[in-house]
T-cell receptor, first 114, second 115 residues
Framework: AQSVAQPEDQVNVAEGNPLTVKCTYSVSGNPYLFWYVQYPNRGLQFLLKYITGDNLVKGSYGFEAEFNKSQTSFHLKKPSALVSDSALYFCAVRDIGGTYKYIFGTGTRLKVLA | DAGVTQSPTHLIKTRGQQVTLRCSPKSGHDTVSWYQQALGQGPQFIFQYYEEEERQRGNFPDRFSGHQFPNYSSELNVNALLLGDSALYLC??????????????FGEGSRLTVL
């Protein structure tokens, strides 16, 4: 079965420092991987996706993610964190069978400290 | 261009009652999925609708049912509410033509509290 794991419940980083939010996956076949962000009392917003191609994917708000097949990881990164990046981040994998069923991780709360 | 809209935003019910949540997809989208997000958890897939039929279902009991209308809007119904049904219910829409690579567009959710 497809699954993703986010090993950190919370990540703290100082404003201006680089940030990394970790995600590992387990899939059958080629993975379709996504990152979403959720602000308090809001729905999820799409950040970026990996389908195929370049292992470094660039997304919204300056975020990027690195797909690593050998380590089955898809870590979210940003070179310089902003206080406004503080939110809940979810990694997700699309289920097999060509559907829109997505399997989400448990989320990582990012706190950027001023 | 309106995004995904959901109603109501908040509601409180008691155990045993029934609830209906509504969703209008983003313009141009014809596929609607529903997710349940319990407190402190990631969203869990309930089911997906397109062409007015349920196409795929997650591990949710039959108390959870849905409907899609000709204008692509959708309803989620939950019968015989349990305390454990308290959650944020998220609607997500997508175009079928983007099936192989498409991301989900989420509404802001309906927060259900069951007392």
């Amino acid at each position: 079965a497809q699954s993703v794991a986010q090993p950190e419940d919370q990540v703290n980083v100082a404003e201006g420092n680089p940030l990394t939010v970790k995600c590992t996956y387990s899939v059958s076949g080629n993975p379709y991987l996504f990152w979403y962000v959720q602000y308090p009392n809001r729905g999820l917003q799409f950040l970026l996706k990996y389908i195929t191609g370049d292992n470094l994917v660039k997304g919204s708000y300056g975020f990027e993610a690195e797909f690593n097949k050998s380590q089955t990881s898809f870590h979210l990164k940003k070179p310089s964190a902003l206080v406004s990046d503080s939110a809940l981040y979810f990694c997700a994998v699309r289920d097999i069978g060509g559907t829109y069923k997505y399997i989400f991780g448990t989320g990582t709360r990012l706190k950027v400290l001023a | 261009d309106a995004g995904v809209t959901q109603s109501p935003t908040h509601l409180i019910k008691t155990r045993g009652q029934q609830v209906t949540l509504r969703c209008s997809p983003k313009s141009g989208h014809d596929t609607v999925s529903w997710y349940q997000q319990a407190l402190g958890q990631g969203p869990q897939f309930i089911f997906q609708y397109y062409e007015e039929e349920e196409r795929q279902r997650g591990n949710f009991p039959d108390r959870f049912s849905g409907h899609q209308f000709p204008n692509y809007s959708s309803e989620l119904n939950v019968n015989a509410l349990l305390l454990g049904d308290s959650a944020l219910y998220l609607c997500a829409s997508s175009p079928r033509t983007g099936l192989n690579t498409g991301e989900l567009f989420f509404g802001e959710g309906s927060r259900l509290t069951v007392l």
